[in-house]
Structures are given as C-alpha cells and as structure tokens.
C-alpha cells in the first residue's frame, strides 16, 4: 500500500523556521523525483520545491528561494522541506507529492500537513 504521511507542520511566529518530512512507503522511493505544494485557502496549489529521483537537482518557486530548502535521505524514504524566514503569506497546507521517474510515470499525493504562520 503506497503511503505518503507529512508532518512537521504547526504554529510558528513571523521569521521562524519549521522542518516538514514526507515519509514514503508502498513504492520505489529512489525511483520517484518529489515535490512540495502548498495550497491556502482560496487559493490554487503552487509548487514550493522539487527534487530529483537522486538528489542531484533542486528547484524553487521564486518567493521560497533562499528561505526553504528541499532535500531527501533515500535510505529512510524520507523527503524534507526547511523553512526558514517564515512568513505569514506561507500559511497553507503543505502537500508531499511523488511522481515516478520511469514509465508509468505514477504520481502519489499525500494528506498535507498545516503551517500557519502568525503571532
């Protein structure tokens, strides 16, 4: 059974910082690239941060550069998101996502993991 479970999330004050893991299960963890999104309220999903099946390459939304870090241990089937500078605008359920790097290309999605960010 494939299992992507977020946590981490929670209340933190304006320039603090938060670590979200994604811990994967079910699957080929090292075979899947994996993306963070976020979604706030009444608003679509927006891509935070994405990294590749290995590692080697990252990728950012612009508003999250230099503030959030995405890295991953494939020994522990585990993605991370390091959020620092936090701020009230990143208030949002954040979302785990893993798409296969190989033909079928699957895509699994996670439950989310709420972070507010307010004082």
């Known amino acids: 059974q494939v299992k992507l479970v977020e946590s981490g999330g929670g209340l933190v004050q304006p320039g603090g910082s938060l670590r979200l893991s994604c811990a994967a299960s079910?699957?080929?963890?090292?075979?899947?690239?994996m993306t963070w999104y976020r979604q706030a309220p009444g608003k679509e999903r927006e891509l935070v941060a994405t990294?590749?099946?290995?590692?080697?390459?990252?990728n950012y939304a612009d508003s999250m550069k230099g503030r959030f870090t995405i890295s991953r241990d494939n020994d522990k089937n585990t993605v991370y998101l390091q959020m620092n500078s936090l701020k009230p605008e990143d208030t949002a359920v954040y979302y785990c996502?893993?798409?296969?790097?190989?033909?079928?290309?699957?895509?699994?999605w996670g439950q989310g993991t709420q972070v507010t960010v307010s004082s």
């Open positions: 079910g699957f080929t963890f090292s075979n899947y690239a």
């Open positions: 990294i590749t099946s290995t590692g080697g390459v990252t």
């Open positions: 996502n893993a798409r296969g790097s190989y033909f079928p290309f699957r895509t699994y």
